[in-house]
Every structure is written in structure tokens, then in C-alpha cells.
């Protein structure tokens, strides 16, 4: 493979870690490369093609299994930590150590096990693996494959490879020799990685723990916790001489739009990924603070903040304009709907599709507060609820908790101007608004639909939206409430990239970001175009 080092080319550094009671055993390193070098790739371009090291894993695996201790012979090193970028390798690099762990140890009874945050995740490394064994013959010879359970056996000297499902209370008593962990960074609690790590390899003499992952957002994790560890051993602040600590990633300072540091960051560049890869991700990072956290994160393996603002605010404003709803009247819109807690923010907002001589989204919120709370919210929150009354911006209904019949009501006089076609809304505590609702519709000929918050309703919408904002295709009044919502918005985002407003960590309301979010997603799925995902599957509701 283009990349990898021939054995004969390869000059080895030994490592600033080897204590002084170890040495480089290059008969033991060389029988190691020399086993994965016999197995073959299994995916893509490369598939059947002779499985090289690119020269930083050669090092790792040099170092892992050639540093020696001087009198007992057995490895120095008991864990590696390897921290890099997607599309590094990882996958087959780890599945070429579990194969040399089962079959080329030399430890009787091996049990190795891959392992991961769910058995899904845990299988991508067995799989290769097995692929590997199955595209040579010498190995099938002395092995059985079983791929119904997820095992490997090798009855020479009674050993097997398997993956575990991610329950902690079924891994007591395993007796490990290798442990192939794979994207440590999914890990909520530690809990998984003691019980493997601590409590199942002490009748091993010289058992390797191997985990393998990408950088994550969560800095009270196991994983950011070995990530510290791992850049304090490499700054000589920290010792733990049976621990190889391997980061690929961005530094505090750098600059994540410099292609130098791209390459410095991804060890395989142009060799499992090609750099005009790496450049397109980039280029789609500059225009959107969802995306360029997940480049950061995944492309440079950098410890991103969990809090990614979402909205380029210059954008927004610049769609902004004054609006004639007049112009509007008698045409279809659809609605989302965002209940408040009895005190707080409720928020409606109509999404017009784009008309026969317009091609833009239009956007028309409406929003309400209980009288008696705008003196006390306007005091406590340092917000200008009582300015904006004046304005007339926003709605108040009588007493200290919102109406919501007045709400029902409001909307009965809107379905008169406007033709409301749907009405979405979140149906956590929304039971009784809810008939009232549909009775209504039932009268005005509109639906009341459900619309889930989690990452499967709410992502691809909120993609849509952004990607219209940019696009310049919504148009809305410069409402001042919807404009301090969009302003506050924090967004989640989960490992493959789905994004969603989160009302806990943005500093202050987005009610009216969630309700615009969800009557859009109603208004592209009817408007029938090819812009928009919902055209060619729907919603999916969780």
C-alpha cells in the first residue's frame, strides 16, 4: 500500500518511554510486522491487497511489542492509548493487532475481545478481522471462524477472538489477554472501561489493552481523562511505564484552517484519505459552526466545546426586511408550535412556502407572555420583555401563567387570514391544547401533527434551514423576539453529525427557533421540491 514502509526501509527510533530496565527486542518487532504484514485489506481500493504498516503504526507496533523488560523478557507496555482522526486506519490497524494477539502471542488460553459503546461498533474491527483471516489460507487452516456468535477460534492452543456486547455486569471473571476498545469517546461512564481494564487480565503475565479512539466533546469522561494522562506522560509531567500514549490532533493555538496542520493532524493522509477530502470538509466547515466543530472534531481530533453556537448571525440579519402580510393573506402555511411552562415563553410560527412569484421560505412569529410575569422577567433575566410589549412585538395573556385558550383562540383568528394547512407541535405536556386543537382544525381545516424533539425529527430540518439561510431563501421581519431566539441557540451534536437546538445549554429563550424549525419541516415536506429530504421520505417522529 502506498504510504506503508517496507520492513528492510524502515529505521527504527526507539522511544523516549523504554525504561532502563527494558530493551528493543527487534526479533520480537520484526516477527510482529512481519505477521501483519502477511494479512491482506478488505475494503474499498485496497481489498485484497497486501496489508502494510504506513510508518506510524510500524513504530507503535515496534514499540508495543519489541520493548522488552531485560530480565523477564515480557512487554513493557500493558496499555496503548491511540488518539487520532476518522479515516485513519484505525479499523484494520486494530483488527491486525487482535489477529497477532490470537495467533502469534504465544499465550496459551488467549482471550481477546473487541469491544466498543454498543455491539454494532464493537463488530466494525471483528469483521475485519475475519475478512483478513478468510483472504488467507494458512490462517483458515488452523482456525474456525464462526460468524454467527462473533468468534475466532484457535484450537492449537485453545484460544479464541470474540466481541463482547457493552454490559458490564456479564464481563466479571473474563480472564483478558488482549482487548481491542474502540471509540472510547462514546463511553457516558468508566464503569465499562474498569471492569475490562482492571478487574479481568491479573492471571496474564503480560496482557495489552488497546484502545483506539477519536477525540470527543465530553471533559468528564474516561476517555478525556486518558487524554490528559496520555499528554502529561508525553510532556514528562506524569510516569506510568506501562502506558503508550499516542495523540494525532490539533494543539491549543494552532490554526484549524492551516493545511499544514491538516497533515500534521491526520497521519494517513493521501494514503486511506485523500486530502481534497479533507479540503471539501473544510470548506463546508467555513460556513457552518455545526460543521466545523464536527471537522474539528473528527478531521483535526481536537476536545471540542459541547456548546456549538449555530447561527452566523450576519446571515440571518441580512434576510432580514420589512414585509407586507397583507400580501399573504389566503395563502397556505404551516405552523409549529412551542408550548411554554405555564410562566414562560410560548411560541407560534407560520412558515409560508415559497409562491408562484417568490422562491423564499417566509417566516411570521407570534409569541406570549403572562402579563404579571413581564416586570419580574424583565428584571430577573435582563431581558426587555417590558420594551418590547410596548413595541408590540409579542403577545400577554391576563394573570401570572399563559392562557392557553386565549392561545386557541388567537389562532382560530389567524386560520380566517391565512390558510393554516398543519400545526405541529412538541406533545410533551400538550394534551388538553391538543383537542382544543384538532376541534379547531376540524372547524378550519388545518391538522394537528406531533413532532419530536430528538436528533432523528429535529436534524434534518434544522440542516434544511440552515443551508436555506445561506442560501439566501428565507426571508423574515426582523422580528426583534425571533432575533434575540436565534442569537441564543446552542446546538447538540452527536458522533455522526446530527444536530438539534438545546433549550438547557443556550444561555437564554429559543422557543421561537424550535416552533420555526418544526413548521418548516411541515412546509418543505408539502411544498413538494427537491430541496428538502422530507420530499423523498418524510418525517420520521420519535
Not at 484457535?154 to 471473571?173: A, C, D, I, P
Not at 471492569?195 to 466533546?217: E, F, N, S, V
Request: charged share 25%.
Amino acid at each position: 500500500m502506498e504510504g506503508g514502509a517496507p520492513l528492510s526501509d524502515y529505521i527504527y527510533k526507539p522511544t523516549l518511554l523504554m525504561l532502563p530496565t527494558s530493551r528493543y527486542d527487534a526479533r520480537c518487532a520484526d516477527f510482529a510486522v512481519n505477521f501483519m504484514h502477511m494479512l491482506r485489506f478488505t475494503k474499498g481500493e485496497w481489498y485484497g491487497k497486501p496489508f502494510r504498516l504506513m510508518p506510524w503504526q510500524e513504530q507503535i507496533v515496534r514499540d508495543i511489542f519489541g520493548i522488552v523488560d531485560k530480565e523477564t523478557g515480557y512487554r513493557q507496555f500493558r496499555m496503548t492509548y491511540i488518539e487520532l482522526p476518522k479515516k485513519s486506519g484505525k479499523s484494520e490497524f486494530a483488527a491486525a493487532i487482535a489477529l497477532y494477539l490470537l495467533f502469534a502471542d504465544g499465550e496459551a488460553g488467549a482471550e481477546v475481545y473487541s469491544i466498543a459503546n454498543d455491539i454494532n461498533q464493537a463488530r466494525i474491527v471483528f469483521d475485519t478481522a475475519q475478512n483478513m483471516v478468510m483472504q488467507n489460507r494458512d490462517l483458515m487452516s488452523i482456525c474456525k471462524v464462526v460468524p454467527s456468535t462473533k468468534r475466532i477460534v484457535f484450537k492449537h492452543t485453545n484460544s479464541f477472538y470474540r466481541v463482547l456486547s457493552s454490559e458490564v455486569k456479564s464481563k466479571q471473571g473474563f480472564n483478558v489477554s488482549g482487548l481491542i476498545f474502540d471509540e472510547l469517546f462514546a463511553q457516558q461512564t468508566r464503569e465499562l472501561f474498569d471492569t475490562m481494564t482492571k478487574y479481568t487480565g491479573d492471571a496474564r503475565r503480560q496482557p495489552l489493552y488497546w484502545i483506539i479512539t477519536t477525540a470527543g466533546r465530553d471533559r468528564t469522561s474516561i476517555c478525556y481523562e486518558l487524554h490528559c494522562k496520555s499528554k502529561d506522560i508525553l510532556s514528562g509531567a506524569k510516569v506510568d511505564p506501562s502506558f503508550y500514549p499516542v495523540i494525532y490532533g490539533i494543539e491549543d493555538g494552532e490554526d484549524w484552517t492551516d493545511p499544514a496542520v491538516w497533515r500534521r493532524c491526520n497521519p494517513s493522509i493521501d494514503v486511506t484519505i485523500p486530502f481534497e477530502t479533507i479540503r471539501a470538509a473544510f470548506e463546508q466547515a467555513k460556513q457552518n459552526p455545526a460543521e466545523e466543530m464536527h471537522f474539528r472534531q473528527f478531521r483535526l481530533n481536537e476536545w471540542c466545546n459541547a456548546d456549538i453556537r449555530w447561527m452566523h448571525m450576519d446571515k440571518w440579519d441580512a434576510l432580514g426586511e420589512e414585509i407586507d402580510w397583507g400580501d399573504y393573506e389566503g395563502r397556505d402555511c404551516y405552523c409549529g408550535l412551542d408550548l411554554s411552562s405555564t410562566g414562560d415563553l410560548t411560541a407560534l410560527v407560520l412558515v409560508f412556502p415559497p409562491g408562484v412569484y417568490d422562491n423564499k421560505y417566509a417566516i411570521l412569529p407570534h409569541f406570549w407572555l403572562p402579563e404579571e410575569a413581564i416586570d419580574l422577567r424583565t428584571r430577573r433575566d435582563h431581558v426587555p420583555y417590558a420594551v418590547w410589549r410596548k413595541m408590540g412585538v409579542f403577545n400577554t395573556t391576563e394573570g401570572n401563567v399563559v392562557d392557553y385558550d386565549y392561545i386557541v383562540a388567537f389562532i382560530a383568528k389567524l386560520s380566517e387570514r391565512y390558510r393554516i394547512r398543519e400545526i405541529a407541535y412538541d406533545r410533551y405536556g400538550a394534551e388538553k391544547i391538543r383537542r382544543d386543537l384538532e376541534e379547531l382544525g376540524a372547524e378550519h381545516g388545518f391538522e394537528v401533527i406531533p413532532f419530536g424533539q430528538g436528533f432523528i425529527s429535529m436534524s434534518p430540518p434544522s440542516k434544511d434551514f440552515f443551508q436555506f439561510v445561506m442560501e439566501g431563501k428565507i426571508r423574515h421581519g426582523k422580528h426583534p423576539v425571533l432575533d434575540w431566539n436565534m442569537a441564543n441557540v446552542v446546538i447538540d451534536q452527536d458522533a455522526a453529525g446530527n444536530i438539534k437546538p438545546n433549550k438547557k445549554k443556550s444561555t437564554e429563550k429559543i422557543d421561537g427557533v424550535v416552533a420555526m424549525i418544526m413548521g418548516f419541516a411541515r412546509a418543505t415536506l408539502a411544498s413538494g421540491g427537491n430541496e428538502s429530504v422530507y420530499a423523498e421520505r418524510g418525517i420520521l417522529f420519535v
